[in-house]
C-alpha cells in the first residue's frame, strides 16, 4: 500500500505483531548490506535508538555479513555519560554492536556526553565528507516525533539545514539531545521506519491523514518504507 503525503511518498507494510517487524528489519538491513556492497564497497547505515530496534539488532549478531566494510551511524543520542543506559549507542552495542567485527573506527558514536552545542558540532565534523546513507533506520514516537526531532522544535528541514541539531527541551527523556537533521536523513537510498506499540495508533493515524508532523519531514527521492503492526491500521 502506497500513498503521496504532501511531497513524502510513503510505503506502508502492516505486519503481525513486534516480533514479525524485528526479522523483516533484520533481514532488510543485511539484504541492503550486501547490495551496497556490491556496488560501492561499503555500507553506510544509521540506527535508530529507544527500545524498538533492540530486537532487529540482536538478530542481526548472527547474519553473515562482511562487517568490515560497515560504517555505523546514529539518527540522534541523549546527552548523558557513554555508559548510561539510556544512550542510544550504549543499546546498540550491548545487543549488536560489540558482538559483531564492525571495526571500532567505523562505529561513529554521536558524542552526546559533550552536551548538545559541542556535541552537534563535533558530530558536523563526522559527517563531512560522507555521502548518501545506504540505510536510515528510523523509529516513531506517539508524539509523531523520529530521531530527536519533536513537534514544536526546529527539524531542519531546508536543504542548507545543518547536518546535526542541539535539541533542548525534548518532551521525553533526556531533555538536551543531540539529532541528524530532516534534510540529512533524508539523503539516504533507502529510509525504513518501525512502528508498533498500541500507544502510537493516533499518531499513525494523524501521519496518515497528512497532519504536519516531524515523521513526514523525512523525504528521501526513493519515498519511505514503514513497517507497521496491522492492529494500527484498523
Not at 36 to 41: D, L, P, S, V, Y
Not at 181 to 206: C, H, I, P, W, Y
Amino acid at each position: 500500500m502506497s500513498a503521496r503525503l504532501n511531497g513524502q511518498q510513503v510505503r506502508w507494510r502492516a505486519l503481525a505483531d513486534a516480533d514479525a517487524i524485528a526479522h523483516e528489519i533484520a533481514l532488510r538491513i543485511a539484504a541492503a548490506a550486501e547490495r551496497a556492497i556490491a556496488a560501492r564497497g561499503s555500507f553506510h547505515i544509521v540506527l535508530a535508538g529507544g527500545e524498538s530496534p533492540r530486537a532487529p539488532y540482536r538478530l542481526l549478531r548472527d547474519a553473515h555479513c562482511d562487517w568490515q566494510r560497515w560504517h555505523v551511524y546514529f539518527g540522534d543520542e541523549r546527552c548523558a555519560p557513554r555508559e548510561d543506559e539510556l544512550r542510544n549507542s550504549r543499546m546498540a552495542a550491548l545487543a549488536w554492536l560489540d558482538l559483531v567485527a564492525i571495526p571500532a573506527t567505523q562505529i561513529h558514536v554521536i558524542p552526546g556526553e559533550l552536551g548538545a552545542d559541542a556535541g552537534a558540532r563535533a558530530y558536523v565534523e563526522v559527517m563531512r565528507g560522507v555521502g548518501e546513507f545506504d540505510l536510515v533506520l528510523l523509529g516513531f514516537g506517539p508524539d509523531g516525533h523520529t530521531a530527536s526531532l519533536f513537534p514544536r522544535h526546529a527539524w531542519g528541514t531546508d536543504e542548507h539545514a545543518a547536518d546535526v541539531l542541539a535539541v533542548y527541551d525534548a518532551p521525553f527523556p533526556t531533555a538536551e539531545r543531540i539529532s541528524l537533521s530532516a534534510a540529512r536523513l533524508s539523503r539516504a537510498r533507502e529510509v525504513l521506519f518501525m512502528v508498533n506499540g498500541l500507544a502510537k495508533r493516533q499518531a499513525l493515524t494523524d501521519w496518515r491523514a497528512g497532519a504536519d508532523l516531524p515523521v513526514r519531514a523525512i523525504t528521501p527521492a526513493a519515498g519511505v518504507d514503514v513497517l507497521c503492526e496491522s492492529a494500527l491500521l484498523v
